[in-house]
């Protein structure tokens, strides 16, 4: 899958999120691209986020899965998703300063309020290295503002990633 044929979802750039932040020095900046289908994500994971030899740190394969799944949901399903449980199988070694791409679909939703998604981590060799399964809760931007969960500015950022990509 090439980059330039596929949508880059809207990101806010006045947040600190470890994982799609542009801002913060210390995380991941992961971008989101869609095809309407898939969500897809190109990093590679600095040095300082290491665990063994070099060895990317599990916690941190697991927060790019959790964060492809997230935005996928978000995107597709056009919901605004918490994650309820997340499954990770680490299947071949994935290394800092490798070239990885993330990629998520949903496989079913249980209901309205519920969502699965499968994402998994790819090496510059095509290998899948990193595989997970995660539960997500739904909630419409009504329900969102009910909660008084999220800052209206927040809410309506995450409307702009719902958006189809023919409304872009």
Sequence with gaps: MERETLYLLPNREDHHCFGCSPLNPSGLQMKFYTDGEKLYSWVA????????????????LSTI?????GW???HLLKRITLTKSMEVHFLKPVYVEQSLRAEARILSTENSREAIAEGWIV???GEVCTQSTGRF???TPGTMRR???FGEEVIRSIEAVMRDISES
Aim: hydrophobic share 55%; proline share 3%; aromatic share 6%.
């Design 45 to 60: 994971v600095p040095a300082h986020l290491c665990g063994w030899q070099r060895l990317v740190h599990g916690g941190i």
């Design 65 to 69: 899965l959790d964060e492809i799944m």
């Design 72 to 74: 996928c949901a978000i």
């Design 123 to 125: 090496n510059d060799a």
């Design 137 to 139: 809760a739904l909630f």
């Design 147 to 149: 909660m008084n969960l």
